[in-house]
């Protein structure tokens, strides 16, 4: 993982490319490259041994001009305030792309959770939900998970905040457990979406997935379901990594039982069908038809984007390619499917789970799983409209003209308060 791009500034470059294609106010763009507002508070919390811990955390909502803040809190050592800033812009214009009546936001904890008991995490989270809680609301701001959170975390915020307010609103976060108010097909949407968005770009392009060769960089969440389900589509997942580094098969293996693998030892490595083991720097340069990069951000700088000889890259991570590496990638033809569409299955769902938290009504799996196929597949054909109409270098600059155009729309139909 290169460290060249600050994940903020990368974000902005983004916005200032598209802006090139933009018919909007230079005045409103500069406001479209901030956030509105960002939190961030100091968390003290007592360890098991009864020490004290200082934590530090963020939350940034980035735009809330076509409605409530949405994003993920995350817990991981590298979370800093201007990466969080990014991640909430993504936000805001990956609920535009998708156009899903949503803002953008986006929080975090500095920290590894394998270092601490569920006791501690339980206290830090709900110590999270306090300081949170003036903030957020089904109306206002409704966090998700994110990298090494998940429906726990999520269960233990909407019990705090709706003890503290004395309310039910399970509107008030998603992706919580079924039982908690949780959506059916939550867990899967993101892997969902990054394969729905490949498998328009193969149409698109006029290549067939069946038996396409891919590479999933990221055994996560993201990144197994998406290894899942490109599987069941037809094509053959030849190579996956996690932090611990790679597998890798020449005619494929069976991605249910390399995530089994996973689970039982911690790492897809060492698992039985693996021909051999590789880099993580290897999955992501091996020659395939289909990239998925399902880590964490900046995982692909322009040295190594030098090396990827992928037809098709789905970002499934959020930002997973440095400008630098965009560029080397354009440079050869390279069709990326930008995060913002690519990975907007997480947030579509989320969304769908609000509209069922509010209407106190829910959706089977298929239902759910039909409505995200039609706002992925009516994204792509709006970013692929633009990259057409715009004569676009690349489909990112698509997606951000579309999605920068939509937020700005709607800030200048709401007109100017005193
Ligand atoms: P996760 O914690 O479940 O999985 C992350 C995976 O990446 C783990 O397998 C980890 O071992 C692996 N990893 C970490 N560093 C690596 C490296 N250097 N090389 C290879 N593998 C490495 O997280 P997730 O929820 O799957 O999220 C992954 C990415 O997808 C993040 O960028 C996240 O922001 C994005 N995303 C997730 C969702 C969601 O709903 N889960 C939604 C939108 C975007």
């Known amino acids: 993982m290169s460290d060249e791009a ?35 508070t100091n968390l003290t919390i007592e360890r098991d041994d009864g020490d004290l811990e200082r934590f530090t ?23 800093s305030r201007d990466e969080v800033k990014a991640l909430s812009g993504w936000m805001t214009y990956k609920t535009a792309i998708v156009d899903i009546p949503l803002g953008g936001g ?12 569920e006791a501690e995490l339980e206290r830090l989270t709900r110590s999270f939900a306090k300081e949170l809680r003036p903030l957020i609301g089904e109306d206002r701001d409704v966090p998700a998970p994110d990298v090494n959170t998940g429906q726990r975390e999520m269960n233990w915020i909407k019990d705090t905040y709706e003890s503290l307010e004395n309310t039910t609103e399970p509107g008030v976060i998603t992706g919580k457990a079924l039982d908690s108010g949780g959506s059916e097909g939550r867990v899967e ?14 149409d698109y392009l006029d290549k067939d997935l069946e038996g396409a060769t891919v590479a999933v960089q990221g055994y996560g969440n993201a990144g197994w379901i998406a290894a899942k389900l490109i599987d069941e589509m037809g094509a053959t997942v030849v190579a996956a990594s996690d932090s611990s580094g790679g597998i890798y098969n020449s005619d494929g293996f069976d991605p249910v039982a390399a995530k089994d693998h996973k689970n039982e030892t911690g790492s897809v490595v060492g698992y039985e069908e693996s021909e051999e083991e590789i880099t993580n720097d290897d999955v992501l340069t091996l020659d ?29 991570a959020n930002g997973p390619l440095t400008p630098a590496a965009d560029e080397v990638l354009e440079e050869k033809d390279v069709f990326v499917i930008p995060d913002i569409l690519a990975n907007a299955g997480g947030v579509t769902v989320s969304y769908f789970e609000w509209v069922q938290n509010r209407q106190r009504f829910y959706w089977s799996e298929e239902r759910v799983n039909k409505e995200l196929e039609t706002i992925i597949v009516d994204a792509f054909d709006a970013l692929v409209e633009t990259y057409e109409e715009h004569d676009l270098e690349n489909p990112r600059t698509a997606a951000y003209v579309v999605a920068i155009q939509r937020v700005a729309n709607a800030f200048e139909e709401a007109g100017s308060w005193p």
């Open 6 to 40: 600050n994940p903020f500034e990368s974000l902005q470059s983004q916005i200032d490319e598209a802006a090139n294609y933009l018919d909007v106010d230079g005045d409103v763009i500069e406001r479209l490259k901030h956030p509105e507002r960002v939190l961030e």
């Open 57 to 79: 955390a963020f939350r940034s909502q980035f735009n809330g001009d076509r409605g409530p803040y949405k994003g993920g809190i995350r817990y991981h050592p590298q979370v």
């Open 106 to 117: 986006k929080g975090g904890i500095a920290l590894d959770p394998d270092d601490y008991s």
């Open 189 to 202: 949407a993101t892997g969902r979406s990054t394969v729905l968005a490949a498998r328009e770009a193969f």
């Open 288 to 316: 395939v038809d289909l990239l998925i990069p399902a880590a964490l951000e900046n995982a692909i700088d322009a040295d190594l984007a030098e090396d990827v000889t992928a037809d098709v890259i789905s970002e499934a």
